[in-house]
């Protein structure tokens, strides 16, 4: 029952969706009433594609565009959406009238209850009975071809195809697969000639192909009169174009003849042919009307009547841009005392959910980001209607301490449900509130698209001397710096809204992990790539809806596949030192030269590239310079764009759209070692990959504003997250990154059999301030926080001698002790690099924590810094079965130097000072071999400036049988520096443990040698 529902209720859509396309039709007909019937024909083919297909493309042409036919049609699914879903016995009106009185802030807003069902619903009965008339049709239609199959059977055959019967009285033509045409006895000869074009241009035309098809429309949609009627005047265009064929073939002095033809079949007739799959001569006084008055068709006329078709197929055919959607400021009313602004609003059937989140500043700070409401358009929980009319107002409390939103609707049924949210807008004693300001609000009732709301109502309030910004926003403009502008007003809230495919659930999961613009629609951005701009560039256009707030150009460089740096050159509409926001729609001009070095015979580029940005056809507003990965490339070359990644190796379109990816390849530059040549396209990888060497330029939007590029210590800590607490590796590469060993020697415990889950640092001295060292150890308890999932407590103890006795101190951190920005909670600080910058600023940490360690992992981008005295990146081999090799490349002078490496298919490197001599050296845990053997490789700087490697499995110092039973392990504890060694002693079956200290003097080192092939 649930399926034979659900395609009553697709099919009542298609219907409703068809109703103005049958309309349009209707009217072209009468506009080519004198053209050829054949046109008027073929505009069918319209009405039966949108009765038979539910999508269609998008085109601002289409007749779905107009605001009165998208009201009336979403307005009719709406109401037959509705109406089908009621049950006999119970009202909506009812529980929802006791909904109403909830004013819980964390129940869902706007949802209704349950409908338990007392019996069939509505829209089950019609189903029922639609299924029971479609039978009642397909008995019709088989009854009346056997009925003319049996009329027939006697028929003699005239010649080929043709066959003449005894009592038949109207020629027509029987069957789809094997037509034939069967005609009475006794014709006259011109007689039968007429009628055999009429009805060979049927079989030429695949007419009865096309009449079963139509038959079938009609047998699906037979409860409704429009279709009736298509399919009637579909018949008599079809009927009437064939008789102009005859007519065109024969001349108009065949008129009368021919005319005299269907009258006497239509006046002798007592046998009829209007099956499904038979074409009789009926309908004879029309078609004499027509055959009277036809003349062949000028070619003007003939061009005004194909043209006309065609802009009718491109109308009728096409549906409107998909993000469509609109709300319209209704004005505002007086609701107990307060001001409440009404909007009509209709949602587009591709958009399921919104939410509505609110942005609280504090004297232009931004100090608070919380969801206010989230709506559903398809479920029942938190379930509102695609079109309709709804009320918000904001308010403040009795007490003028705090305020919040309030959200109303009206439903279908009449009944109205409101829900009340608290804002985040501190809690004091305010001396004056202004607005809400509405956007609209001073009579502006433009009708909006969705997708360029943005901040739908402001809340300013004043905690001093009374004074607030009295001026109406420029919504179309808005910015967080236009509420503080004439410095009167000291906090304001800003409530904002965001559309989205995702369901609601989906939505505000997304956005309580990624904040705001995780599932929000972004139809109409797109960048346009236009020619390469003297051979050295590309020239684009830029075109940005809401809720895009702001973009950045990112330089990508890659080596060998590996993206050893991505920063971002051009950012949030400004010049990275300077002022000036771009406007939503610009364009752009990226030039990049390369550099020849004229003195190298067969190395032809330097290994740096000179940039530059500006607008197009204006000075360059900004010039920087890219340093390759090494010099002496002898082959390069540009590539504007990117590629389709369907296989082909087809040049991406010019037009980029960015509603999902949210970002575009603007030009890559690519350099080639050996070979002259370079990769311009491999199926399935990004080009900048394929190549030797290359850097490769990207716009990306973003629905956030960028107020400052994301620190290299954020992208570190963020890349070094954790989820659980109880994972020590990672705890304690955290710990390393976080510089805890600058503060002092300690060791890591951990207490996660029972909550709360516990992370305990122990110094081993006494600190010289204990001040100090709580002080540092409060922003690092508030990152710990942040960056570990499930952590719910930091602890650090130290000795400490009072009055002459030791003592242990022990101290205590938890959320109520972070410091964090108003209104969030910790792990939200954690939840994105975006939050995580934002801390580290709110601590004021940004430059003074800079993490130590190997590598930082922000997708493939894998640098390192002061390991062995130098920096640079890492270059990542792969092998067969999982096999991987990193080597570490250092970068001095512009000359690359492999200084170490780790292999296997489990590698866990760490970057630490054994030997306190100020050097970091690089321990490498390293897992290789079919009987996964693990070994530890040491790496220290030489007093030559040279490297050296070691093994400490010779700090073993007993004998042991390699081999046998298992393969020897060895790893490196990081926490403790230790090395943990199991092996198999001679003469013992199961495997000895021993744990030994890494001392660098009891290792015997040599100097490494790189295994890369350079």
């Known amino acids: 029952m649930t399926t034979l529902t659900a395609i009553f209720q697709a099919l009542l859509d298609l219907s ?45 042409m289409s007749l779905f565009n107009s605001a009165p036919v998208q009201t009336v049609r979403e307005t009719a699914q709406i109401a037959v959406q509705q109406w089908g879903q009621t049950v006999p016995g119970y009202s909506h009106a009812s529980a929802a009238a006791g909904n109403a009185g909830r004013n819980t802030a964390g129940a869902a807003a706007g949802s209704l209850p349950p409908v338990v ?24 239609a088989v009854v009346s071809y056997l009925h003319i199959r049996r009329s027939v059977r006697q028929g003699v055959l005239l010649e080929d195809g043709v066959f003449q019967c005894d009592g038949l009285r109207t020629p027509f033509v029987l069957g789809c697969f094997r037509p034939k045409i069967y005609v009475p006895f006794r014709m006259a000869a011109d007689e039968l000639a007429h009628i055999l074009l009429h009805e060979r241009a049927h079989l030429r035309r695949l007419d009865p192909w096309w009449k079963l098809l139509g038959f079938g429309i009609l047998a699906v949609y037979w409860w409704n009169p429009a279709v009736w009627l298509c399919h009637f005047l579909f018949c008599r265009d079809m009927e009437m174009s064939c008789d102009e064929a005859v007519l065109r073939k024969m001349g108009p002095e065949v008129k009368q003849t021919y005319s005299l033809s269907l009258v006497s079949f239509a006046a002798g007739r007592h046998f009829s042919a209007a099956g499904p799959l038979a074409f009789g001569e009926n309908d004879a006084k029309s078609r004499v009307k027509n055959i009277l008055r036809w003349k062949r068709a000028a070619p003007a006329a003939v061009f005004l009547a194909l043209a006309l078709c ?35 609003y209709s949602v587009p059937h591709d958009i399921n959910s919104c939410l509505f989140y609110e942005d609280v500043y504090d004297h232009g700070k931004l100090i608070s980001r919380n969801p206010v409401g989230y709506f559903d358009f398809n479920k029942d929980a938190n379930h509102v209607d695609r079109r309709g009319t709804a009320g918000l107002t904001g308010y403040i409390n009795d007490d003028f301490k705090s305020g919040g939103w309030y959200f109303s609707r009206t439903n279908s049924d009449g009944a109205k449900i409101g829900t009340s949210n608290p804002s985040s807008i501190p809690q004091r004693n305010y001396l004056a509130i202004s607005g809400p300001l509405y956007a609209g609000q001073n009579g502006d009732r433009t009708r909006r698209p969705l997708n360029e709301l943005d901040a739908v109502a402001v809340l300013f309030l004043s905690d001093d001397d009374g004074s607030l910004s009295s001026s109406s926003l420029p919504f179309e403009t808005f910015s967080p710096s236009d509420l503080f502008a004439d410095g ?160 082909t190796g087809k040049h991406s379109e010019d037009t980029f759209s960015l509603a999902d990816v949210h970002e575009a390849v603007l030009l890559t530059y690519a350099f080639s070692d050996d070979d002259p040549g370079v990769t311009v396209y491999e199926a399935g990888n990004n080009v900048a990959c394929v190549n030797d060497a290359a850097v490769q330029f990207r716009l990306v939007t973003s629905v956030e504003y960028i107020e400052s590029s994301l620190g290299r210590n954020a992208l570190q800590l963020y890349s070094l997250k954790n989820p659980y607490v109880g994972d020590m590796v990672a705890d304690g590469k955290l ?24 992370l305990q640092i122990d110094f081993q001295n006494e600190p010289k301030g204990p001040d100090a060292l709580n002080s540092a150890m409060d922003d690092r308890a508030t990152l710990l ?21 030791p003592t242990l101190r022990t101290n205590f951190f938890d959320e109520t002790n972070a410091l964090k920005p108003t209104g969030m909670r910790i792990k939200d600080c954690g939840a994105s690099l975006a939050d995580l910058q934002n801390l580290l600023n709110y601590l004021g940490l940004s430059d003074d924590i800079q993490p130590s360690g190997t590598t930082e992992g922000v997708g493939v981008q894998t640098i390192f810094t002061d390991i062995l005295g130098q920096n640079g990146f890492i270059r990542q081999e792969s092998g067969a079965d999982g096999f991987f090799t990193n080597y570490y490349i250092a970068q001095t002078g512009g000359q690359e130097t492999c200084i170490a490496e780790s292999w296997g298919r489990e590698r866990d490197d760490t970057a630490v000072d054994v030997d306190g001599d100020g050097i970091k050296e690089l321990v490498c845990n390293v897992t290789y071999g079919a009987d996964g053997a693990q070994r530890v490789v040491v790496y220290r700087l030489a007093a030559d400036g040279s490297v050296e490697c070691a093994d400490p499995l010779e700090l073993l110092d007993v004998p042991y049988r390699d081999g046998g039973i298992g393969s020897l392990k060895e790893s490196y504890d990081a926490i403790y520096k230790i090395v943990d060694i199991s092996y198999y002693q001679e003469g013992q079956e199961n495997p000895q443990f021993k744990s030994y200290p890494l001392d660098m003097a009891r290792l015997t080192f040599s100097p490494y040698v790189c295994s890369e092939d350079t």
């Open 735 to 758: 710990l390393s990154a976080l510089n805890i060993a600058d503060l002092g020697t300690y060791k890591m415990e951990l207490f996660t059999s029972e909550q709360p889950y516990i």
């Open 16 to 60: 409703l969706t068809a109703l103005p396309v049958m309309g349009a039709v209707l009217l072209a007909r009468l506009c080519l009433r004198r053209a050829p019937k054949k046109y008027s024909y073929a505009l069918w083919a319209v009405v039966g594609f949108r009765l038979i297909c539910p999508a269609s493309l998008p085109s601002p």
């Open 117 to 140: 069902q007392s019996g069939p619903s509505s829209m089950e009965i019609l189903a029922v009975v639609w299924a029971v008339g479609l039978a009642a049709m397909l008995v019709w």
């Open 785 to 805: 926080l942040a960056l570990i999932g499930n952590l719910d407590e930091v602890r650090w103890t130290y000795p400490q001698t009072e009055d002459g006795a």
């Open 488 to 647: 009167m007003t000291d906090v304001a809230a800003v409530l904002r809204v965001e559309f989205s495919r995702l369901s609601a659930e989906e939505l505000q999961q997304q956005f309580l992990v990624n904040g705001p613009g995780a599932g929000t629609v972004q139809d109409g951005n797109q960048v346009t790539l236009k020619n390469a701009s003297g051979g050295i560039g590309v020239d684009f256009d830029a075109e940005f809806t809401k809720p895009v707030r702001s973009w950045a150009i990112y330089e990508d460089v890659y080596d060998h596949g590996v993206l050893v740096s991505s920063t971002p050159r051009i950012s949030d509409g400004f010049l990275e030192n300077g002022t000036g926001v771009t406007p939503r729609q610009f364009s752009g001009t990226l030039l990049c030269n390369l550099r020849y070095n004229e003195s190298v015979s067969g190395k032809n580029f330097v290994g740096t590239l000179d940039c530059s940005y500006g607008k197009t056809r204006s000075p360059v507003m900004a010039k920087w310079t890219v340093h390759l990965p090494s010099e002496g490339y002898n082959g390069a070359g540009m590539i504007p764009g990117g590629f389709v990644a369907d296989g």
């Open 310 to 344: 065609l802009l009718a197929a491109v109308i009728c055919g096409t549906d409107a841009p998909t993000g469509r959607g609109w709300a319209q400021n209704e004005g505002t009313v007086d609701a107990g005392g307060r001001v409440e602004l009404r909007f009509s």
